[in-house]
């Protein structure tokens, strides 16, 4: 059965009329020789480049800067399975904050079945990527925390004196040492496997015995005697 050609005009003048303006997602149009044949605002911002400097520009330079193609190209990738493909890949530029996005790409076949266009569609998602390594960084602090509380609860006594005044329960000392890392009560709750309310009624008493108004006094008092 004949299968009818890709009608470039046709689809630019769709593109421009319904994808151009669009700031997310970003989009683009390649030839099979990697030329940029369009491209939407989003694509623009995501570069930093103008729509009229990238057309009819080899992709690796307008998109990323390079004098040859990408490592894993997009373009040899989906040419050859000629199957759409689906990849986070990042963007490097001199000077600028490293850029996530999803990218979407899809073939775009001639009559014979040979792959003459690359559509791409780039979804953000580096917000996303900066709160996934906040989370990491965060999971690996509360781990080293629990390492540090494991270590010195083999140390402590079942009380934890301050000069004569009002001891601590060994309880009491490792939400104090939690409270001077900067915890917040749901944290330190969380940690160390109480209710919230338990954890607010640690907190209470700790400032009781300690004569404190406030975690930083808290803080201070217990790094000064040494309770922590």
């Known amino acids: 059965m004949h299968r009818p050609g890709f ?3 046709a689809a630019l003048s769709v593109f421009r009329v319904l994808f151009e303006s669009i700031a997310n997602p970003a989009m683009n149009l390649l030839k ?3 030329t940029v ?11 930093h480049r103008r729509l009229p400097d990238m057309i009819g520009e080899p992709c690796y330079q307008t998109f990323r800067r390079r004098e040859e193609p990408c490592p894993g190209c997009l373009l040899k990738i989906v040419s050859e399975s000629k199957q759409p493909y689906v990849v986070e890949r990042w963007l490097d530029l001199p000077h600028r904050e490293r850029q996530y996005a999803e990218v979407r790409a899809y073939p775009i076949l001639d009559h014979a079945g040979r792959v003459q266009h690359l559509f791409e569609i780039l979804n953000p998602t580096t917000g996303r990527k900066k ?3 906040q989370r990491a960084r965060y999971v690996e602090y509360l781990e080293k925390t629990l390492r540090e509380l ?3 609860g083999t140390e402590v006594s079942e009380q934890v004196s301050d000069g ?3 001891v601590l329960t060994v309880r009491e000392a490792e939400v104090l040492r939690l409270v001077a890392k900067g915890f917040s009560n749901r944290e330190i709750a969380c940690i160390l496997g109480m209710s919230l309310d338990t954890a607010k009624t640690h907190v209470k008493n700790i400032f009781s015995k300690l004569d404190v108004t406030d975690r930083t006094e808290a803080a201070v ?3 000064i005697h040494k309770l922590i």
């Open 150 to 152: 494991t270590a010195a």
């Open 37 to 47: 044949v369009w491209a939407n605002k989003g694509m623009a911002i995501l570069v």
């Open 164 to 166: 004569g005044r009002a």
């Open 221 to 223: 008092r217990a790094i």
């Open 7 to 9: 009608r470039l005009d």
């Open 32 to 34: 099979k020789d990697h």
């Open 131 to 133: 709160d996934e390594e």
